[in-house]
């Protein structure tokens, strides 16, 4: 962990045509300081790996509505009129994945793991162009591993080694994308001393993350 | 009685005490108002919560406690946060013992059809797949019909949401039990005749000798 940086310093670290796993679904466990970061820099020709695209000025759909965005794998972008439109025009492209084997994929990317065999997507359109494997009599999708050359994370606190806690349902992708990013930028609630999150509450353990960010107001 | 309130009032007989169960967004989420707290059920959210509660007093909100429908809610007493890869490894796993999804469509063969209409709405599928591929028990809870056209069709000519056969389908006029041989009408719902459900119905319906009314929670 090399320490807490602000918002505008992390998105300098970001070049155009980057990767990007954020967490949150529908904008909860979002970290929304990072994105507004990343819109202010005008990036171009990101890939974004989230759940879902969010709402027009809510997590990653402040990005999407900015014109950074070139490629979305997710889930769900039904909530998110602006997406719809960009996706029917061209502007990006767009992979759904079902939410389930997206985490796995992602977890697959981040354990190293070769992929995933999963039942769901069997006979649908999600298995088209996919190998099928079958093992003890049952025939499952090989769905492949996700990476991305940055994960950004929203948590609850983090101390000062980067040991990250959640919040309720703010966990949702964040623990498991701290694993498939080649570089981790994590948005704590707060920073707290080493101690005041104990050991059997980290979630993500520090040596996983590269950056924190600072305070908000600082 | 409303048509949702109706469905929602006969699904939640289908919940048994200590149940985990995961209700979609719409009129799935309804079927909560009509399962007694003492049956000691879970609720999930995929999200991310297994113990959903009723919404919180005003000003009491949590920004990062909600349902999957982005709602604000609160838990009951045992509940438990977890991350999407657990949240998924209990659906897929066949930890849930239930859930309660709407639909576009459902077919002769028992397949739901209801996460893309081609041209038309794209959503994605969302949990929608894992949940039909991988809970206990799928009911499909949904209107008879949309626009004048029967939900309750031969075969979906709509995007397939998984294979697998569901359980059972409640609408407003009748509860339907997909089989091997076919849908089987189960029951009718109060004061609606056979004939009706037939008229309603684009699918080929199997008719026992006897059809009760449903029963409603």
């Avoid at chain 1, 759909?61 to 996706?87: D, F, T, Y």
């Amino acid at each position: 962990m090399k320490g807490a940086m602000t918002p505008q310093a992390a998105a300098e670290l970001i070049p155009d045509g980057a990767s990007l796993m954020i967490g949150g679904f529908m904008a909860v466990g979002s970290p929304e300081r990072m994105i507004d970061a990343l819109v202010a820099r005008r990036l171009r020709d990101l890939t974004l790996i989230c759940n879902d695209a969010a709402m027009p000025g809510k997590g990653v759909g402040k990005l999407i509505s900015a014109g950074a965005v070139r490629r979305v794998i997710a889930s769900h972008i039904g909530l998110n009129p602006e997406m719809q439109a960009k996706m029917i025009s061209g502007e990006i492209d767009c992979e759904l994945v079902p939410q389930g084997t997206l985490v796995e994929r992602i977890r697959a990317g981040g354990m190293g793991l070769g992929g995933v065999l999963t039942p769901t997507g069997l006979g649908t359109e999600v298995e088209e162009g996919k190998r099928i494997i079958e093992v003890e009599g049952k025939r499952f999708l090989l769905e492949t591993p996700l990476k991305a050359d940055f994960s950004l994370i929203s948590a609850w606190q983090a101390d000062y080694v980067g040991n990250l806690s959640y919040l309720l349902t703010a966990h949702n992708f964040n623990p498991v994308m701290a694993l498939a990013g080649k570089t981790v930028i994590a948005e704590p609630e707060s920073i707290v001393p080493v101690g005041v999150i104990p050991p059997d509450a980290v979630k993500t353990p520090g040596v996983l993350v590269h950056h924190l960010l600072v305070r908000a107001g600082r | 009685m409303d048509a949702k309130e109706l469905i929602a009032r006969r699904v939640a007989r289908e919940i048994r005490a200590g149940m985990l169960v995961n209700l979609g967004i719409g009129l799935p989420s309804l079927v909560a108002n009509y399962v007694p707290q003492s049956l000691g059920v879970f609720f999930q959210a995929e999200n991310g919560v297994i113990g959903l509660g009723a919404r919180p007093p005003e000003g009491m909100e949590n920004l990062g406690l909600t349902d999957a429908g982005g709602g604000f809610v609160s838990a009951v007493p045992g509940a438990a946060s977890i991350d999407s890869a657990m949240s998924f490894g209990l659906i897929r796993g066949g930890h849930l013992d239930m859930t309660v999804l709407g639909g576009l469509q459902v077919d002769e063969a028992g397949r739901l059809a209801n996460w893309k209409v081609p041209g038309k709405m794209v959503p994605g599928m969302g949990g929608a797949m894992d949940l039909v591929t991988g809970a206990a028990r799928v009911v499909v809870a949904m209107q008879h019909s949309a626009r004048g056209e029967s939900k309750v069709v031969k075969s979906c000519d709509l995007p397939l949401t998984s294979l697998r056969r569901v359980d059972l389908v409640v609408t407003e006029l009748a509860a339907l039990k997909p089989t091997e041989e076919g849908l089987v009408l189960l029951e009718r719902a109060p004061g609606v005749s056979l004939k009706e459900i037939r008229d309603a119905t684009e699918a080929d319906l199997l008719i026992p000798g006897e059809v009760p009314e449903m029963e409603l929670a």
